[in-house]
């Protein structure tokens, strides 16, 4: 088995990832398998080599560290756009000259089981004469998956059976960026992961990357999506919800101990004897965890 952590390095990890960390590495050792950490760094304008320092010395601090060298996506576009031109010899690529507002005025439309933020295909079909015309105009296009209407289903560890539509995602920005979802599944396979453990709230996106692997012929890993930790209003956490990362409460006399042990007695029945690496992720809680405040978690 070889799982993975794979955050953003545009701020500090707040607790519901730093949890979300720890069950994928306890999945990792009771399998007695390998634990990698990525940098999901594409956008150079929001991550930073500061940010990624804090991150990972966030998650030593509660006894987490990549059993290989930490990878960068930014280093590995060549991957991408390998994979990128694969898909336009399927003829599964078109250009996508939408704005930001039309695409946020997209989404807001309702897409069946696709995800939230699927996007309706308004470039798909475009004339030859329109593209020329967009062409001559300079406005670079961002590339889109040209998806077919296939459905897959999802077996998760934690949510249990899903079944989504994948839709047409982007897959290189109008920079020539490469896009997240193909990045991540790209990076999968090269690495060797067998067991993808992320947030709950990337469940609906999976369709997507299921299909990105079956048309690059990549392997499928198995998935599990851990529920969200939320604050007491019901939403996700945010820093409006106060000490939320692990810098916030050293900051209040929280030990990092401390936090690792409140982390782990969120997971319930899921582990067992630490020392024997017992850890069964299928017996994890499925609703969100609360956080209400300090005070009441550490007394």
Known sequence: ????????????????????????????????????????????????????????????????????????????????????????RLGRVYECYCSRREIREAAQAPHGDAPTDAYPGTCRELTTARLTELRRAGRPPALRLRSDGERFLIDDLIAGRFEGAADDVVIQRNDRVPAYNLAVVVDDAVQGITHVTRGGDLLATTP?????????????????????????????????????????????GVSAEQVRDLLI???????????????????????????????????
């Open 1 to 88: 088995m070889r799982g993975r952590f794979a955050p953003s390095p545009t701020g500090p990890l707040h607790l519901g990832n730093l949890r979300t960390a720890l069950v994928s590495w306890l999945q990792a050792r009771a399998a007695a398998g390998e634990w990698l950490v990525r940098m999901e760094d594409l956008d150079r304008v929001t991550s930073s080599a500061e940010h990624e320092s804090d991150q990972l010395a966030a998650l030593a601090a509660i006894g987490l560290h990549s059993d290989a060298p930490v990878v960068r996506q930014s280093e590995r576009f060549a991957l991408y756009y390998d994979a990128i031109a694969t898909m336009q």
């Open 208 to 252: 997507r990357q299921r299909l990105l692997q079956q048309l690059l012929n990549l392997p499928e890993p198995r998935y599990a999506h851990v529920p969200l930790v939320i604050g007491v209003d019901g939403t996700r956490l945010a820093k409006r919800h106060g000490a939320v990362t692990l810098a916030d409460l050293v900051a209040l």
């Open 265 to 299: 007695a969120s997971l319930g029945d899921s582990v067992g004897d630490l020392a024997n690496a017992e850890f069964r992720i299928e017996d994890m809680p499925r609703d969100p965890w609360v956080w209400s405040s300090t005070s009441q978690h550490f007394g």
